[in-house]
């Protein structure tokens, strides 16, 4: 975790879980943060700014987080996966903590983790004992921070909490449920996803914003001409023709920017050519490559096949606006495939994260001509 200047919200998280189950622990990393907990004092071993730097050792870096956190929460989904690593990092946290401190676990299956008495455990499921949860960390500060020099060290903070009125509770608590069941809903399907073929992009928050704008201002462009009593077809026309162009502006900047993420899987990136995520893999740099795929194969690019990329382009720019995937009228040649059969995309998810980005999940659906 980064070391910094100590703030009065300088309270120690720990989040135990599996990489599966990321989208629950993002939500509980959301939710702590609108809380005034610093995302540094969060940690997730999958988080590039709180999590475990390059170079460092793992079992090491989880080994120092669990002996300072304040509290640590441990997130259990399904008894049909494999706990070892969670149930070393909850050893642990009994084991080599150097303060008094909380463990806490959320479950979201009838099974449970065995825990001691002493230890919170909360249905993550239920909207009643989230509230429990979020209650009792605002009102009961000795829960909250066990060690008492570390409360009256954090002091400030504690009396931030303590303020908190309970209708303000009620509100933090029902977000905190909302955001949990959105996320293992997410996380169900995701685990579906990983035996399909699908991409995933990711798209800054700065090129998001140029994005939107443009596609506003096409809108804009059409809504004014509609709305104006004295324009003419040419200015009709006209506006029609520049409102296109602007969204042609935004589907440039997605072809540059769209970034591929690291969750894509291995067997999608195959239909392009590719093996693995490049660092630097971009819409634009997977479609290179493609067409090299297919120049080796001598094959040449169609009407259709150009028309596909910018298709494609256009549903994803309808989808930074959370607008429903379109299908799309062709199909992609794959060279993973034989004879007729064809790919086509489908944007089944797209999300804006807390950093201001946006990600899509595309899946590839199998068709074939005619």
């Not at 996320?183 to 991409?199: D, K, N």
């Not at 297919?294 to 959370?322: N, P």
Request: glycine share 4%; proline share 4%; charged share 30%.
């Amino acid at each position: 975790m980064n070391q910094g200047v100590e703030t009065v919200n300088d309270y120690s998280i720990f989040l135990s879980y599996r990489a599966h189950d990321i989208e629950i622990a993002n939500a509980f990393s959301r939710n702590f943060r609108r809380w005034g907990i610093s995302r540094e004092n969060i940690f997730q071993f999958t988080d590039s700014r709180s999590g475990v730097a390059p170079g460092e050792s793992i079992p090491e870096t989880v080994i120092d987080e669990i002996r300072r956190n304040d509290l640590f929460i441990s997130i259990y989904t399904s008894p049909t996966f494999d706990w070892s690593y969670c149930m070393y990092e909850r050893g642990a946290a009994d084991a080599v903590r150097s303060k008094p401190s909380q463990v806490v676990t959320v479950h979201f299956s009838d099974a449970r983790l065995p825990i001691r008495q002493d230890q919170l455990s909360i249905d993550g499921r239920s909207s009643d004992e989230i509230y429990r949860f979020v209650h009792k960390f605002h009102t009961d500060l000795e829960w909250a921070i066990p060690h008492s020099e570390t409360r009256e060290r954090l002091r400030p903070f504690l009396q931030f909490l303590s303020a908190t009125d309970l209708e303000e509770i009620k509100f933090r608590a029902d977000k905190l449920f909302d955001d949990l069941q959105a996320a293992s809903t997410r996380t169900s399907e995701r685990s579906i996803f990983h035996r399909l073929e699908f991409l995933q992009f990711s798209l800054d928050p700065i090129n998001l914003s140029e994005v939107k704008r443009l596609r506003k201002a096409a809108r804009e462009c059409l809504s004014n001409a509609a709305n104006d009593e004295n324009a003419t077809d040419e200015d009709r026309e006209t506006a029609r023709k520049e409102s296109n162009s602007l969204r042609a502006e935004a589907t440039i900047i997605l072809n540059e920017k769209l970034a591929i993420t690291q969750d894509t899987e291995p067997a999608a990136l195959r239909h392009f050519g590719v093996g693995r995520v490049d660092q630097a893999a971009t819409f634009s740099s997977l479609f290179r490559r493609w067409q090299q795929e297919l120049d080796q194969d001598r094959f040449e690019l169609s009407a259709e096949d150009k028309a596909w990329k910018q298709m494609l382009l256009e549903d994803f720019s309808r989808s930074t606006e959370f607008a429903p995937s379109k299908p799309l009228e062709y199909g992609l040649r794959s060279p993973e495939l034989s004879g007729d059969a064809l790919i086509k995309p489908v944007i089944v998810r797209c999300s804006e994260e807390v950093d201001g980005s946006m990600t899509f999940d595309c899946y590839l659906v199998k068709t074939s001509v005619g």
